[in-house]
T-cell receptor, first 112, second 116 residues
C-alpha cells in the first residue's frame, strides 16, 4: 500500500529547460511535504518543503506546488542544470505522527 | 559539525552472521531513524527513536533491533543475517517538538550491506 507515489521512474530534460517531477499521495492526514535530492553513493539531502496551508513554495530555481484536492504535488526546476541530475524523493508526514513516508524516487537526467 | 556519520560504508556478511551498523549525529537532534533502500524502491523505515531510551518499530522492523542509550548514537543490530537484508541502510536525524510538524531529516552517507 503505497501512500506516496512517484509514477515516473525517470525523466530526461535538456539543460536550461524546465524539469517537472510529480508526486501523488493517498493519506489525507498528511500535512507536510518534502523533496529530497540524492546523488549516487550519498545520503538524501533536503531540498524544499511545503505545508498544507500553502499551495506554493519557492526557493531559488526550485518551486513546489501542492494541490490538496487532487492529493498531488510537483517540483519544478527552472532552469535545469546538469548538476541537478540526481534521484528526487517526495516525502510526506502528518503533524503529531512520527513517520515520514517516502516515494520510490524519480531519476532526473539533465542533458548538456 | 560532522552531521550524521555511519560506519561501515560497505560490508559483506554470510547468512546467519550478525553485525551492528553504527550511527552518530552531533547536531543534538532528538529524533533518529533507520531506513533501508532496495533497488528501485523508496526508503522504508525500519526503526525510529524520539529520544534517548525510547525506540519504536517502523514499517519493516523484522530481523533488526535498535537501542538509543545517548542522544548522539543509534546503532542498528542484525542478529541473523539473511539475503533479504541485502540493501543500503541510511541513518537520519531531525529535531522536532512533541506534537509538532516533523522537520527535515539529515541523512548519513549510507552503509551498503550484502548478505551471501
Amino acid at each position: 500500500d503505497q501512500q506516496v507515489k512517484q509514477n515516473s521512474p525517470s525523466l530526461s530534460v535538456q539543460e536550461g529547460r524546465i524539469s517537472i517531477l510529480n508526486c501523488d499521495y493517498t493519506n489525507s492526514m498528511f500535512d507536510y511535504f518534502l523533496w529530497y535530492k540524492k546523488y549516487p553513493a550519498e545520503g538524501p539531502t533536503f531540498l524544499i518543503s511545503i505545508s498544507s496551508i500553502k499551495d506554493k513554495n519557492e526557493d531559488g530555481r526550485f518551486t513546489v506546488f501542492l494541490n490538496k484536492s487532487a492529493k498531488h504535488l510537483s517540483l519544478h526546476i527552472v532552469p535545469s542544470q546538469p548538476g541537478d541530475s540526481a534521484v528526487y524523493f517526495c516525502a510526506a508526514s502528518a503533524t503529531g505522527g512520527f513517520k515520514t513516508i517516502f516515494g520510490a524516487g524519480t531519476r532526473l537526467f539533465v542533458k548538456a | 559539525n560532522a552531521g550524521v556519520t555511519q560506519t561501515p560504508k560497505f560490508r559483506i556478511l554470510k547468512i546467519g552472521q550478525s553485525m551492528t551498523l553504527q550511527c552518530t549525529q552531533d547536531m543534538n537532534h532528538n529524533y533518529m531513524y533507520w531506513y533501508r533502500q532496495d533497488p528501485g524502491m523508496g526508503l522504508k523505515l525500519i526503526y525510529y527513536s524520539v529520544g534517548a531510551g525510547i525506540t519504536d518499530k517502523g514499517e519493516v522492523p523484522n530481523g533488526y533491533n535498535v537501542s538509543r542509550s545517548t542522544t548522539e548514537d543509534f546503532p542498528l543490530r542484525l542478529e541473523l543475517a539473511a539475503p533479504s537484508q541485502t540493501s543500503v541502510y541510511f541513518c537520519a536525524s531531525s529535531f522536532s517538538l512533541a506534537g509538532k510538524r516533523r522537520n527535515e531529516q539529515f541523512f548519513g552517507p549510507g552503509t551498503r550491506l550484502t548478505v551471501l
